[in-house]
């Protein structure tokens, strides 16, 4: 972002973004008495205010009337036309409505979406005053609206990935030599001298233009003029600017040197080209090719004249004449786009998910979402948004539906007057639902108001969405939490949730006054009163609206953001979800009991994030522990917390003095060797005086790897106690696999599990209907293994799968070394690329890498909590028996869509090959 305009101000007093314009005249007729200036001046702010709007998920524009009419007017042709033309819509209530109140008059904004019929092929992702990109048509310089813009990007983006296998050098030098041989003009180009008058055999066309400027006006005219042509020609097919022949005549004329030297005209133009802006969609980045030459024009008079002539060749991408002019709100102020954040917001499209597709469905799609909106994905074999909605936020037909039931029963319980009060505000409304909730900010990734007693949002028909905060006495800051809070949420819902309805979220807060279980409230209802259309009309609309509320509450960035390169969102499940919506103060200590693949880490994280906004406190004081770097690593890069490992977690010299909060991760691998972990967790988060800091550990004893004593309390004593049963992680064939081997871990449990531990089993829940591969294969010798994964490797990424995917998990971290140089050494001889981002050498780099593009190498402990798509797992049945069911379970369960275990000939019982 760059340069806000300090003209348009941005109100936060209001639970929607408010941009107030100031002054405009308004009304046909004072509009048309205005001098030219102004009137351009007044409708440039208006257009940029709904251009940041349309971008930034909707609002409201706010004038005062200039003019001193004492009845209502209308806008005005001019500004409503200015208003078209940024959507291109011949509807112009389908994103813009207007009211006038008094001398204030309103512009209501629905957030831009590209949500248009099928057959509206060509979408611009965002809007936008002026794309800045000029083309060439016939012998004319057009300026490309939106939809044009976006079709232009779409396939020069489209070209440059067909083009990608070829070097970008060899793309210009052919379309260089393509230029020169077809174009007519260029004969004249390489001359060294023209005559005077005389005639060019060839017209203006359009890679030829023709100019003619007068002696004092050449350098204002050179930098108004060469941006556009410039631009147009790189952006067309190239060509050819002639300064100094008649466009009409093509007559040879010149410039004479003594007005204007060449060399200075030379180093404007430069200048001006190289200042143009452009973006590029090949490696390594392009620039704009251009030549300047100068040809002496003869003369019988003694000036010397010459003519100027600038070459351009296509551009292999965008050359604009200046930066875009598009508009979005950015901490409270309206910014202008750079280019490079336009060019990527405009070319913005669903990640490619090859391979992945199979596996995940899309839930937000790009090709019809709001421009700040992130793609969203859940598994396959998961509910949809729509099934998730159901579950969590259903709406009857008939009645207003209170939710959570439980959480209601217990405000109420300790909060006289509470259920009274409530139930008189809902007296108005039949149909709906009202989703209570201890904090809404919390919910919404904001900080907690301790003061508040609960939040409520209401949806229902004939009436927008309302958020109530109900608060224990009158506070003066009550309504800036209710209007901050309500204000989050609409953002959310349509920049996040994908909402593409008209949508505003009235704030209201309520008191619940102690002494006398009276009612007393805040009058909060905003003072902008929104058209009726903002109204939810029907179940339909109230059900979209849910949805994306879905989305908003249930949403975290996928492993996949960092593998893919752009950010993806999946859904948790209901599972994890209502773990999550625990009231953290209520159970500061809680034990989650997770089968492999059910998503403990993903929980773990997603309560970090809570702890902090519900105890208000910074990530520093946060403590994740686990027992392996390589999950540390990955945890402490979120920036989430603070991580360190079980053993660093126990040294005597560790500062933890300003640790309130710890989460422990993967503690069934735990042990004791160091000290009682579990009594200095428990010391550190009990120390507070007046508050106890919060201490949940996630386990599986399933997936033990060791055979001594962990340190966790006995399974009587963990209490609180939650299950995560759902596996999410693997395909089928994979997931059947570990309830083989789980079952067969039940039958013969090593000695430091306790048993009943595993009953979790008999619960579980599994996914379906996700493809993927298992094959095990058997070796006789090391070379024979290392054959194997190379060759399988090649395939895999010929097939359009990449390092990122791939990891190869051993016992022990010895025999990480011993196949180390081995598969370095087997895997480099490989003869060809799968594209050229990978024509240099394969790299194999430890668990520690887990987020590069690497072929991941490492042992099957140090890999414990990470997952890849791919894996071999190189582990001898006969290893270290007393736990080979649980270390087989903990290696296959990393395997996210293709499982490949090698196993001795002497113990092969599946065989197969490759």
Not at 145 to 157: G, I, P
Not at 293 to 308: A, G, I
Request: glycine content about 4%; overall charge neutral.
């Amino acid at each position: 972002m760059k340069k806000h305009n300090p003209s348009l101000v941005v109100d936060s007093s209001y639970p929607d973004l408010v941009i107030n314009v100031g002054e405009v005249t308004l009304g046909e007729g004072n509009r048309k008495k205005l001098q030219k200036t102004q009137r351009d001046q007044e409708k440039e702010k208006v257009a940029r205010a709904a251009c940041a709007l349309l971008n930034s998920g909707g609002g409201v524009i706010r004038m005062e009337m200039a003019n001193s009419d004492e009845h209502p007017v209308e806008m005005g042709l001019d500004l409503e036309e200015s208003l078209r033309t940024l959507t291109q819509s011949s509807d112009f209530q389908a994103f813009f409505e207007t009211k006038q109140y008094g001398r204030c008059f309103y512009i209501f904004v629905k957030s831009w979406n590209t949500d248009f019929p099928p057959e509206d092929r060509f979408k611009p992702r965002i809007c936008s005053l002026d794309s800045s990109l000029h083309r060439r048509f016939a012998t004319k310089v057009l300026l490309m609206d939106s939809r044009e813009a976006f079709n232009f990007l779409e396939n020069k983006k489209r070209n440059a990935k067909f083009l990608g296998e070829e070097p970008s050098s060899k793309i210009l030098r052919d379309a260089n030599q393509n230029f020169h041989d077809s174009n007519p003009a260029h004969l004249f180009f390489q001359k060294d001298r023209l005559e005077h008058g005389e005639i060019l055999p060839f017209p203006e066309s359009q890679d030829v233009e023709f100019k003619q400027f007068s002696t004092e006006h050449v350098l204002v005219r050179i930098k108004e003029m060469v941006p556009k042509y410039i631009a147009a020609f790189a952006n067309t097919k190239g060509g050819y600017l002639f300064i100094g022949v008649e466009d009409q005549s093509r007559k040879v004329l010149g410039c004479a040197e003594k007005n204007i030297k060449s060399e200075d005209l030379k180093k404007e133009i430069e200048e001006a080209i190289n200042k143009l802006p452009h973006a590029c969609f090949c490696q390594p980045k392009c620039q704009i090719t251009f030549t300047v030459r100068f040809l002496n024009v003869l003369s019988k008079e003694e000036l010397k004249r010459y003519v100027c002539v600038i070459r351009v060749v296509p551009f292999c991408g965008a050359v604009f004449s200046e930066a875009p002019r598009s508009w979005m709100v950015k901490d409270g102020e309206v910014c202008c786009l750079t280019t490079e954040e336009w060019v990527d917001m405009m070319t913005n499209t669903d990640p490619e998910l090859q391979k992945l597709s199979e596996d995940f469905e899309s839930q937000l799609s790009l090709s019809s979402r709001p421009p700040r909106s992130s793609p969203v994905y859940s598994k396959k074999s998961l509910e949809h948004k729509e099934d998730l909605q159901r579950l969590l936020f259903s709406v009857s037909s008939e009645d207003l539906q209170f939710t959570p039931e439980s959480l209601l029963e217990e405000l109420c319980s300790e909060h006289e007057g509470l259920e009274e009060l409530i139930k008189k505000q809902m007296h108005p409304f039949s149909r709906g639902i009202l989703i209570l909730s201890r904090s809404w900010a919390v919910d919404l990734n904001l900080q907690e108001k301790q003061e508040v007693i609960c939040d409520a949002l209401l949806v229902t028909q004939n009436s927008p969405p309302i958020l109530y905060t109900i608060l224990r006495e009158q506070d003066a800051d009550g309504q800036l939490y209710c209007t901050r809070t309500a204000f989050t949420l609409k953002q959310k819902l349509v920049n996040m949730g994908g909402y593409t309805g008209k949508l505003c979220v009235m704030a209201k807060v309520l008191h619940l006054s102690p002494e006398s279980n009276a009612e007393s409230f805040e009058g909060s209802d905003s003072l902008i009163k929104y058209p009726k259309s903002y109204d939810l009309a029907d179940t339909k609309q109230m059900e979209a609206l849910l949805q994306s509320l879905v989305i908003v509450l249930l949403s975290f960035k996928s492993f996949l953001s960092d593998q893919l390169g752009c950010e993806i969102l999946n859904l948790l499940t209901v599972q994890q979800y209502e773990i999550i919506s625990k009231n953290l103060r209520k159970t500061p200590e809680l034990f989650i009991h997770g089968l492999p693949g059910s998503g403990k880490t993903i929980v773990a994280m997603k309560i970090m994030e809570k702890i902090k906004n519900t105890m208000g406190c910074e990530i520093n004081k946060i403590l994740y522990v686990c027992e392996n770097q390589p999950l540390r690593d990955l945890i402490g890069n979120k920036g989430i917390c603070q991580a360190v490992t079980r053993k660093a977690f126990m040294k005597r010299n560790s500062n933890f003095e300003n640790i309130q909060h710890i989460v422990i991760d993967e503690a069934q691998n735990f042990r004791t060797e160091d000290g009682d972990w579990y009594e200095k967790a428990k010391a550190i988060t009990q120390r507070g005086k007046g508050s106890r800091g919060i201490l949940w550990i996630f386990l599986d004893y399933f997936q033990t790897s060791h055979i001594y004593h962990s340190g966790l309390p006995d399974l009587q004593d963990q209490y609180p106690r939650e299950e995560l049963i759902r596996v999410v992680r693997n395909a089928n064939k994979i997931a059947k696999y570990l309830q083989e081997i789980m079952h067969k871990v039940r039958e013969n449990p090593p000695r430091n599990i306790p048993s009943e531990s595993l009953n979790i089993f008999s619960e579980a829940e599994w996914s379906r209907d996700v493809p993927g591969n298992l094959k095990f294969l058997k070796y006789n010798n090391m070379e024979n293994i290392v054959y194997k994964i190379t060759k399988k490797c090649h395939s895999l990424l010929d097939d359009g799968y990449s390092c990122k995917d791939i990891a190869v998990i051993c016992n022990t971290v010895d025999d990480v070394q011993e196949y180390k140089s081995k598969l370095e050494s087997a895997l480099r001889k490989r003869k060809r690329s799968r594209s050229r981002e990978e024509s240099n050498l394969l790299v194999i780099e430890d668990a520690s890498a887990i987020m590069g593009n690497h072929i991941v190498l490492d042992s099957v402990r140090r890999f414990s909590g990470l997952e890849r798509n791919i894996v071999f797992g190189i582990i001898p049945m006969t290893a270290q028996p007393a736990f080979s069911y649980s270390l087989m379970l903990c290696l296959a369960s990393r395997a996210r869509k293709q499982l490949y275990i090698f196993i001795p000939s002497e113990e092969m019982t599946n065989s197969a090959s490759f």
